[in-house]
């Protein structure tokens, strides 16, 4: 997440992170922002399915980025390759 933040100017964190700020009531998507997800391929189904109800239920949109034949996810899935 540092090095993507570094290369790229954009605000980055984990996606556990992410999750839990949001359990918490913090760092909450609203309308218009934008998630990207580099590595999209390491995250699995259930955390896919998560974060992807989130940003639907608050109208933003997710960019997912990454390459399906690389870093395959560890919990179960493959989401990002269906996709």
Same mark, same amino acid.
């Given at each position: =997440?540092?090095?993507?933040?570094?290369?790229?100017? $954009? =605000?980055? !964190?984990?996606?556990?992170?992410?999750?839990? #700020?949001?359990?918490?009531? +913090?760092?909450?998507? %609203?309308?218009?922002? @934008?998630?990207?997800?580099?590595? %999209?391929? /390491? @995250?699995?189904?259930?955390? /896919?399915?998560?974060?992807?109800?989130?940003?639907?239920?608050? *109208? #933003?949109?997710?960019?997912?980025?990454?390459?399906? &034949?690389?870093?395959? #996810? $560890? &919990?179960? *899935?493959?989401? +990002? !390759?269906?996709?």
């Amino acid at each position: =997440a540092e090095g993507l933040e570094a290369g790229s100017g $954009i =605000a980055s !964190r984990t996606l556990a992170s992410l999750e839990r #700020a949001w359990a918490r009531g +913090f760092d909450r998507l %609203a309308r218009g922002d @934008v998630l990207v997800v580099d590595e %999209a391929g /390491m @995250v699995g189904s259930r955390q /896919m399915e998560r974060v992807l109800s989130v940003a639907r239920e608050a *109208g #933003a949109k997710v960019v997912l980025v990454g390459d399906s &034949e690389q870093l395959q #996810a $560890i &919990e179960a *899935g493959g989401a +990002f !390759r269906a996709v």
